[in-house]
């Protein structure tokens, strides 16, 4: 980076009689200081300018002479950024996933056996039975909705309910 002192917050002023006087601006002033603060506040201002804006941003690419290689309008060729911030993924919407196990992957695998059991006995139902489960409880239907489906008040619907969850408790229990 070419103007990295832009970024700077210290200076160094040269006096009439040669002597050099040290400055650090905090909140707008110029604080006088003595050479060794001045020394390794810049060292320290120069490392972070370094690691936090020239390491990451405005670089581009250059050829084995170290000269800048431009696109077809002749524009220098920029690199992306080597560290992306998690705050700049979030505002860019990124999408990426969860190193934590899902509650699915932790829950589905201690159940497997009864899952399986389960679909043995919706299996075991008829059609229409079938068709009023999968609505119900794995489509998110609301019973008003069969109820007018089927030709049925919405008490039929429960009562139909009902029924069912006692047929498969009875497939459960004698397989």
């Known amino acids: 980076m070419q103007n990295w002192r832009e970024y700077c917050n210290y200076r160094k002023q040269r006096n009439e009689d040669g002597s050099i006087t040290y400055f650090i601006t905090i909140e ?75 509650p699915e992957d932790v829950v589905v695998p201690t159940f497997s056996s009864e899952i399986e059991e389960l679909y043995r006995c919706l299996g075991l139902l008829n059609a229409r039975e079938q068709v009023l489960v999968q609505g119900l409880f794995f489509e998110g239907r609301k019973g008003y909705e069969y109820a007018e489906k089927f030709g049925v008040s919405k008490q039929r619907i429960t009562q139909l309910k009902k029924q069912i969850f006692k047929k498969i408790e009875k497939f459960w229990e004698n397989p």
């Open 28 to 102: 707008g002033d110029d604080v006088k200081v003595t050479k060794e603060i001045y020394t390794a506040y810049a060292e320290d201002g120069r490392k972070m300018i370094y690691t936090e804006i020239e390491l990451k941003y405005n670089r581009l690419l250059k050829d084995s002479k170290g000269r800048n290689i431009k696109d077809e309008n002749g524009l220098n060729i920029e690199l992306p950024e080597r560290e992306i911030s998690f705050d700049k993924l979030i505002s860019e919407d990124w999408e990426f996933p969860s190193s934590a196990l899902s």
